[in-house]
């Protein structure tokens, strides 16, 4: 019996404290309809529909003197240095200690470098510039540098020993070539493209069907290079030439030579027409010769019953005339009397090197081939008073610095001392022959 009036009582005091509750939140939404004046006649509907529930609240609070505000904490106002960053601040990225060596490299391309490559260990790409810039892995030639890679961003890594590219020739997809701007010493390159011409076609048979049709000339555009390969492509009754140069700075190109011109065959072989390419091993009819200096173009003519070649010369020469290497080509053309038995003969100078010579001669054609043009100095432009230049012509005078050039063989007289200035050097009339110059400005 005591515990049931317990429990009725404990229900009075709840039912009791809801009925508060019900009228301190109905006191709150009339102190917010009357804009706090809790008067009858300040009541409007139309400012009840104005109000949010947190208005609701602060009337009741304001009425009863009960505290009805939320448990929610306010926002901060002061925020740390952490708390403005959008991402998480992680660890660092540690600096590419071989970033620097990428530098001494120009922009990537995709064009392929020419040259046999030595491939490297690498695992990106500027510790591959690192490898070929300290020369840590040899070349295939002797003497050779590093002057170039080829990198696909990660490990692929292949060394080449020039900065030259070869043109039209592109490298695969995300590969790119990399050479460098200038050699170890601080020169300037003197950067080359390996280019593939051909000649047009023409009716195939012997000099006299051959000659005065095709022109092996290296140029293109405005640039002008050095040989470095021909040979012969017969199409049914029509031949070319396809031919390939190293295009770049060779310093221009000299006047035209020829050589003497001779028989163009005999008269009871080769249908007894004197139309025979083994004539031109008779009497250096055939010889095509720059000394150190390279080819540049030549060509057969051929009238009535003779022949012979005429040719340009590049005015650079080899970096290195003791690293030329002498060549024969294969087969044999007898006595040739078309195109058709030239197919074997096919004349290509090893990498970076170009023809400054070649003979026909005995069935074969031989020839050599000779380092392209070093890297050049970096030059200074010099102003110079006429007593400055006056000076220099003194000095030149005194130290006779035009010397016989090469003492080539060809040069049936050598007569340099009275030469005393650069012009009158190369444009000396004494000491020539066919237009070879044998006097050379050495200051």
């Given at each position: 019996?005591?515990?049931?009036?317990?429990?009725?009582?404990?229900f009075a005091f709840m039912m009791c404290l809801s009925c508060l509750s019900s009228s301190a939140?109905?006191?709150?939404?009339?102190?917010?309809?009357?804009?706090?004046?809790?008067?009858?006649?300040?009541?409007?509907?139309?400012?009840?529909?104005?109000?949010?529930?947190?208005?609701?609240?602060?009337?009741?609070?304001?009425?009863?003197?009960?505290?009805?505000?939320?448990?929610?904490?306010?926002?901060?106002?002061?925020?740390?240095?952490?708390?403005?960053?959008?991402?998480?601040?992680?660890?660092?990225?540690?600096?590419?200690?071989?970033?620097?060596?990428?530098?001494?490299?120009?922009?990537?391309?995709?064009?392929?470098?020419?040259?046999?490559?030595?491939?490297?260990?690498?695992?990106?790409?500027?510790?591959?510039?690192?490898?070929?810039?300290?020369?840590?892995?040899?070349?295939?030639?002797?003497?050779?540098?590093?002057?170039?890679?080829?990198?696909?961003?990660?490990?692929?890594?292949?060394?080449?020993?020039?900065?030259?590219?070869?043109?039209?020739?592109?490298?695969?997809?995300?590969?790119?070539?990399?050479?460098?701007?200038?050699?170890?010493?601080?020169?300037?390159?003197?950067?080359?493209?390996?280019?593939?011409?051909?000649?047009?076609?023409?009716?195939?048979?012997?000099?006299?069907?051959?000659?005065?049709?095709?022109?092996?000339?290296?140029?293109?555009?405005?640039?002008?290079?050095?040989?470095?390969?021909?040979?012969?492509?017969?199409?049914?009754?029509?031949?070319?030439?396809?031919?390939?140069?190293?295009?770049?700075?060779?310093?221009?190109?000299?006047?035209?030579?020829?050589?003497?011109?001779?028989?163009?065959?005999?008269?009871?072989?080769?249908?007894?027409?004197?139309?025979?390419?083994g004539y031109l091993a008779r009497n250096n009819i055939g010889l095509v010769d720059c000394?150190?200096?390279?080819?540049?173009?030549?060509?057969?003519?051929?009238?009535?019953?003779?022949?012979?070649?005429?040719?340009?010369?590049?005015?650079?020469?080899?970096?290195?005339?003791?690293?030329?290497?002498?060549?024969?080509?294969?087969?044999?053309?007898?006595?040739?009397?078309?195109?058709?038995?030239?197919?074997?003969?096919?004349?290509?100078?090893?990498?970076?090197?170009?023809?400054?010579?070649?003979?026909?001669?005995?069935?074969?054609?031989?020839?050599?081939?000779?380092?392209?043009?070093?890297?050049?100095?970096?030059?200074?432009?010099?102003?110079?008073?006429?007593?400055?230049?006056?000076?220099?012509?003194?000095?030149?005078?005194?130290?006779?610095?035009?010397?016989?050039?090469?003492?080539?063989?060809?040069?049936?007289?050598?007569?340099?001392?009275?030469?005393?200035?650069?012009?009158?050097?190369?444009?000396?009339?004494?000491?020539?022959?066919?237009?070879?110059?044998?006097?050379?400005?050495?200051?």
């Amino acid at each position: 019996m005591a515990q049931g009036a317990i429990v009725l009582l404990l229900f009075a005091f709840m039912m009791c404290l809801s009925c508060l509750s019900s009228s301190a939140v109905g006191t709150g939404v009339f102190y917010a309809c009357s804009d706090g004046t809790m008067s009858p006649g300040d009541f409007d509907f139309k400012k009840c529909t104005n109000f949010g529930f947190s208005d609701v609240l602060s009337g009741t609070e304001a009425v009863t003197g009960l505290d009805v505000a939320t448990d929610e904490p306010e926002p901060s106002t002061t925020s740390s240095p952490e708390s403005l960053t959008l991402v998480p601040t992680g660890l660092e990225e540690e600096e590419d200690p071989n970033a620097t060596y990428l530098d001494f490299f120009g922009a990537g391309t995709t064009r392929k470098l020419s040259g046999l490559g030595v491939v490297a260990g690498a695992t990106s790409k500027t510790e591959c510039a690192k490898i070929c810039y300290n020369n840590e892995v040899p070349m295939r030639g002797e003497g050779e540098e590093c002057n170039g890679f080829v990198s696909d961003g990660f490990s692929k890594c292949i060394l080449y020993p020039t900065p030259d590219t070869i043109a039209g020739v592109s490298l695969p997809s995300g590969e790119k070539s990399y050479a460098l701007k200038t050699s170890r010493t601080g020169q300037t390159f003197n950067t080359f493209i390996l280019e593939n011409f051909q000649t047009a076609y023409g009716p195939k048979g012997g000099p006299k069907q051959y000659g005065n049709d095709h022109d092996i000339a290296c140029v293109s555009g405005n640039k002008k290079g050095a040989l470095t390969s021909f040979r012969w492509q017969n199409s049914g009754n029509n031949t070319r030439n396809l031919y390939s140069c190293l295009m770049g700075d060779f310093g221009g190109i000299e006047s035209e030579q020829s050589t003497p011109h001779d028989a163009s065959g005999s008269t009871h072989k080769c249908s007894k027409d004197r139309n025979e390419f083994g004539y031109l091993a008779r009497n250096n009819i055939g010889l095509v010769d720059c000394g150190d200096q390279f080819i540049h173009r030549w060509k057969l003519n051929q009238w009535s019953q003779f022949m012979n070649i005429s040719f340009n010369c590049t005015r650079d020469e080899t970096s290195d005339s003791s690293a030329c290497v002498n060549l024969e080509t294969d087969g044999n053309y007898g006595r040739g009397c078309n195109t058709g038995e030239l197919l074997d003969t096919n004349v290509a100078c090893p990498n970076n090197m170009a023809l400054t010579r070649f003979n026909w001669s005995n069935g074969k054609i031989q020839y050599r081939c000779c380092p392209k043009p070093a890297a050049s100095a970096v030059t200074r432009t010099v102003t110079r008073s006429n007593a400055q230049i006056a000076e220099a012509a003194a000095t030149a005078q005194t130290a006779n610095l035009c010397q016989p050039k090469n003492l080539r063989a060809d040069c049936y007289e050598v007569d340099c001392n009275q030469y005393t200035t650069s012009g009158s050097c190369e444009d000396a009339g004494i000491g020539f022959s066919n237009g070879i110059k044998c006097c050379n400005w050495t200051g």
